[in-house]
Nanobody, 127 residues
Framework: QLQLVESGGGLVQPGGSLRLSCLAS????????VAWFRQAPGKEREFIVG????????RYADSVKGRFTISRDNDKNTVYLQMNSLKPEDTAVYYC????????????????????WGRGTQVTVSS
């Protein structure tokens, strides 16, 4: 079964940047749609951005649009999340989710659209 490992989290000051990575264990990763979610203490898991198998289609939550950018390199079995202009309210554990799909251009925004998850990486935005 495909396994996902997130990395790149850490402590950053407001206005700073981080790049998260989601590394998959198998080369079949190119057949999976992928998304980043985040979860702050006491809150539900929140959709941030998703990307289709092909990488051609992306969908962003309004809260991160213009600040975050998702990309994928299927040759490296990796999806990236570039986060700029970080705010304290971006503080959360960030999770990578994936699901094997046949539709090349599908992107899901609900956690139920994904059945494989990494363990998460903590992002803290604070001065």
């Amino acid at each position: 079964q495909l396994q996902l490992v997130e990395s790149g989290g850490g402590l950053v000051q407001p206005g700073g940047s981080l790049r998260l990575s989601c590394l998959a264990s198998e080369r079949t990763f190119s057949s999976y749609r992928v998304a980043w979610f985040r979860q702050a203490p006491g809150k539900e898991r929140e959709f941030i951005v998703g990307i289709s198998r092909s990488g051609d289609i992306t969908r962003y939550a309004d809260s991160v649009k213009g600040r975050f950018t998702i990309s994928r390199d299927n040759d490296k079995n990796t999806v990236y999340l570039q986060m700029n202009s970080l705010k304290p309210e971006d503080t959360a554990v960030y999770y990578c989710g994936a699901r094997l799909v046949f539709r090349v251009y599908s992107v899901g925004t609900d956690p139920r659209d994904y059945d494989l998850w990494g363990r998460g990486t903590q992002v803290t935005v604070s001065s």
